[in-house]
T-cell receptor
Framework: AQSVSQHNHHVILSEAASLELGCNYS??????LFWYVQYPGQHLQLLLK??????LVKGIKGFEAEFIKSKFSFNLRKPSVQWSDTAEYFCAVIFSGSARQLTFGSGTQLTVLP | ETGVTQSPTHLIKTRGQQVTLRCSSQSGHNTVSWYQQALGQGPQFIFQYYREEENGRGNFPPRFSGLQFPNYSSELNVNALELDDSALYLC???????????????FGPGTRLLVL
């Protein structure tokens, strides 16, 4: 079955630290890739997406992600986190032929200490 | 704000009852997808409606059913509620077409259902 894995369940960083959250998927075909964020008490918001082209994509709030096809990965990065980045982060994939459904990872809770 | 609205925001039901959740899609969108998010987990796909037709279904039993109206709003119905149905139910809307998969889903705030 097609699946999405997020390696870190909970990450704790101090402000200004660099962030990298891992995301891997189990499929060798065409994929559309997304990162969503869920701030406390708010709905899921799109951070960034990759459909094709340049594998390094930039999103909102200084986030970026790199698609590495050979590693089936789409890791999320930010050079310097802020306290306001405290949230849950979800990697999601649309697998080719999947009726356009999003398959989500289990999420990573990021806590940024001031 | 995505323009996707859901009602009600919270709901408490007892086991065996039936529930209807509602979603209004973003203006111009023709596709609605429903997801169930249990506590501490990522959202799980329930089903998707494209132009009033079901366009894919996840691993959920038939007591989960849905509907999409001509204005592309949608309902999720759950019959014979079980305790494990307690979750956040998310609706996402998108502008879809059957030619490809390059579309982005925008989520509403969700309906939190508690089954006692």
């Amino acid at each position: 079955a097609q699946s999405v894995s997020q390696h870190n369940h909970h990450v704790i960083l101090s402000e200004a630290a660099s962030l990298e959250l891992g995301c891997n998927y189990s499929y060798g075909g065409t994929v559309n890739l997304f990162w969503y964020v869920q701030y406390p008490g708010q709905h899921l918001q799109l951070l960034l997406k990759y459909f094709s082209g340049d594998p390094l994509v930039k999103g909102i709030k200084g986030f970026e992600a790199e698609f590495i096809k050979s590693k089936f990965s789409f890791n999320l990065r930010k050079p310097s986190v802020q306290w306001s980045d405290t949230a849950e982060y979800f990697c999601a994939v649309i697998f080719s032929g999947s009726a356009r459904q999003l398959t989500f990872g289990s999420g990573t809770q990021l806590t940024v200490l001031p | 704000e995505t323009g996707v609205t859901q009602s009600p925001t919270h709901l408490i039901k007892t086991r065996g009852q039936q529930v209807t959740l509602r979603c209004s899609s973003q203006s111009g969108h023709n596709t609605v997808s429903w997801y169930q998010q249990a506590l501490g987990q990522g959202p799980q796909f329930i089903f998707q409606y494209y132009r009033e037709e079901e366009n894919g279904r996840g691993n959920f039993p038939p007591r989960f059913s849905g509907l999409q109206f001509p204005n592309y709003s949608s309902e999720l119905n759950v019959n014979a509620l079980e305790l494990d149905d307690s979750a956040l139910y998310l609706c996402a809307s998108s502008l879809g077409n059957l030619a490809g998969e390059q579309e982005t889903q925008y989520f509403g705030p969700g309906t939190r259902l508690l089954v006692l």
